[in-house]
Every structure is written in C-alpha cells, then in structure tokens.
C-alpha cells in the first residue's frame, strides 16, 4: 500500500490513491520517525476507504495524510497528465503562423529529448532540481554536430522548452507545481566562437596543422569570404548548369547580408531599383512580429538582379522556380549543389555569407551602427567575432594609448 525510500540521506514516503502516485519527502534520516509516519499514513489510508476518514476538496492528500487530521468530505483527485502528454498538448497548442516552421521543428526536437531522458510517464511534480541536473549531465555526455558532445547552449534550449512548456501547463490549470529555477544548475564550459578569418589565413592554418575532416570543418566555420573572392565565386556559379535564380539569390545574400529564411520570403515588390534599396523581411529582431529592414543595393548586385529579373518566370517571389516560391530546404539544395565539386563546396552554408558581408564592410572600416541596421538582430557576441577586422579604428586607438 506504501512505502519507503531512503533518498539523499532523507525518507520519503511513497503510496498510490485514487490511481496516482504519491511521494513526500518526510525530512528525517531516523529510521524509527520514518516508520511510525508510515505507519500513521497506512492507517488514515484505510481510514478513507471505509469512509471513516474524508478530505475537504483540494486538501493537499499527503500533508492529511500524514497527520491525524480529519475534514469533511472525501478528496477528489484531480489528473495531472505526465510528462510526455504534457509536452505533446504544449507543442499541439502552438498556433500556426505564430512561430517559423524552422522553430516548430527545432522544439520538436528539444521535446523527444526531454522525453527520452526525464521519460514519458513521469509525474510532473516529482521533477526537482536533481533530475534536471542529471538531464543536463546525461545530455553533456552525448555527442551532437561532428562528433562533439552536445553543448552547454543546447542544453539550455531544451530546458528552455521545458520551462516554456510548464509556464504553459501553469496557465492552463494542468500543474499546481513549480518547476526548479535552474540557476544553480552546472552546465559544461564552452567555447567562444572563433573570429572570422580569411580564405588564405585558414589555408594557412590548415597547411601546418594535421587535421581531420571534421577539425577542419570547425575552421571553415569561420570563413568570410573578401569582395574579390566574392567575385570569383559568383563567377564560378553563373559558368556552372545552375538554375537560373540560384546566382542571383547567393549574391543578394553575398551583397546583403540576407539570411537565408529572408531570401526564401523576398518578393519582387521588395526590390526598389530607383530608390537603391531591397527590404528584407525579418522574423528574428521583433518578437512575435513581422519586421523589415532596408538594406543599399550594391551596383554590383543591381547588375545581377536587373539581368535575372529579365526572364523571371513570373509571380510574387524574387527567386522562383516555374513562378512557385522556394522552401528553406531547396534552398539549402541548390546551395549545396551549387558548389558542389569545386573549391568553395567546404563553405559551411548560407550563413557564410552573411558573415563575409558583415566582415568586408566591418575590414573597409563602415561604421558598426551601419552595419548593425543593414544587418538586424546583431549581439555582442557576434561583433566580437569581426571587431578586430576595424583595422583604422584600432590602430588609431592603439596609437592613442601610445602616442
């Protein structure tokens, strides 16, 4: 009927009523304390079966329980779904359109590992500060991206979703129980993003070290690309059996420092060829909403556009396939198979892009406030992986110190 369990030096007491599971911790390491409160809970137990003992409705059932105290009516037990039903309702209640289909699928994810390590059939309530610390450790032993273990930001994404799922619950009047803080929770150290560095520097690199595929992956992570490398690549593309608006797209990212989910929403009424500038629609600086921001269009880029709008196939998107616009994995596609068997197939994506765009602008010395409205959602983090690439700015800094 019930049972003790000796936990981190402590009793607590577990038994089942009404077809839940119950566990209270009774704050003794006395053995003898512990068996007379179970013996007293064993008997009140009893007691509500032949109606001798009755609970007043939303009486906390364990605290009467392990009192002699008596109320007025038998409980009723409210279900309280588990954790895996839990998750599911929170991620089934998101509305469409509110979120970017890239994030539904990313919570997705952070949910079945949720599920996996804190499993389905757990008790919301019984979730407390070392459960999730054993979450973060099991998970900081997996590996995640090329073989490294999964890292401290990851994890706290998912926990995250946990806390943006139980917020959720809370509201909804499914949990009555707080979910753990987190602060004094130990994640793995990580390591800061490397700066940006060029083409030729990481070749040097690479030239001196003996890496594998994977270590040299994690250089050209960092690659930016400079305005005659640039060239040659578009160069590159435009000689190759490419579809039509694939060279123009990677050079709006080249020349705009657009993000790939920003070119996939381009439309042809965003391109203002007399007024010198694109909008760009954004889904990342404003939460919750829908923003825009206008960048320069370079002569170079105006060329190329003002060539590909000329056989456009027609519709609303800027680039098209047969007047359809594109999903964000067709666009990762024909990125890929773009490059594919040639020198730049070791670019890591689209975002290479952007980041050549912020670090050639940054290395001509444009001001950061510049950079930072061409480009949105700019952290601190993210400028110091291109401050040192203000070549004037320092050394005039430098030369202030040292004068």
């Not at 991206?145 to 909804?172: F, H, P, Q």
């Amino acid at each position: 009927m019930a049972s003790l369990e000796l936990r981190n030096e402590n009793y607590r007491v577990v038994f089942r009523y009404g077809g839940q599971k119950f566990a209270r911790s009774l704050r003794t390491s006395d053995q003898q304390q512990a068996v007379l409160a179970l013996a007293r809970l064993e008997d009140n137990l009893r007691r509500l079966e032949l109606g001798t003992l009755a609970i007043r409705d939303g009486a906390d059932i364990p605290t009467v329980l392990l009192s002699s105290g008596a109320s007025q009516q038998r409980p009723s037990v409210k279900r309280v779904p588990l954790l895996g039903e839990l998750l599911d309702l929170y991620l089934g209640s998101i509305p469409d359109e509110s979120l970017e289909l890239g994030t539904v699928k990313m919570l997705g994810i952070h949910i079945r590992h949720l599920k996996r390590h804190l499993g389905v059939r757990t008790r919301p309530n019984s979730i407390d500060h070392e459960i999730l610390q054993a979450f973060v450790n099991k998970r900081a032993l997996e590996k995640g991206i090329r073989g490294r273990n999964v890292g401290a930001v990851t994890i706290k994404k998912e926990l995250t979703t946990l806390r943006a799922a139980w917020s959720w619950a809370t509201d909804m009047g499914l949990v009555e129980s707080v979910l753990p803080s987190g602060k004094r929770l130990w994640f793995p150290k990580r390591d800061e993003k490397p700066a940006f560095k060029t083409w030729d520097e990481i070749v040097r690199v690479l030239e001196r070290a003996k890496l594998d595929e994977d270590q040299a992956k994690e250089y050209w992570d960092c690659v930016y690309l400079n305005q005659s490398e640039l060239a040659h690549l578009l160069s590159d593309i435009d000689a190759r059996p490419t579809l039509p608006f694939v060279c123009p797209m990677i050079a709006t990212a080249a020349y705009t420092g657009a993000r790939r989910s920003e070119l996939v929403r381009c439309l042809l009424s965003d391109i203002d060829f007399d007024a010198g500038r694109i909008l760009l629609r954004e889904k990342k600086r404003v939460r919750g909403q829908r923003s825009m921001r206008s960048v320069p269009i370079a002569p170079a880029l105006e060329k190329i556009l003002t060539k590909w709008l000329d056989v456009h196939p027609g519709g609303i998107h800027t680039f098209a396939l047969s007047g359809e616009g594109l999903t964000l994995s067709q666009a990762h596609k024909y990125f890929v198979s773009a490059l594919t068997n040639t020198k730049w197939s070791v670019l890591p994506g689209w975002h290479c892009l952007r980041h050549s765009f912020i670090s050639n602008c940054a290395s001509k010395g444009v001001d950061q406030r510049m950079i930072d409205d061409w480009v949105g959602h700019q952290t601190d983090s993210m400028r110091r992986r291109y401050r040192h690439l203000f070549p004037t700015e320092q050394r005039k800094a430098l030369a202030a110190v040292f004068a």
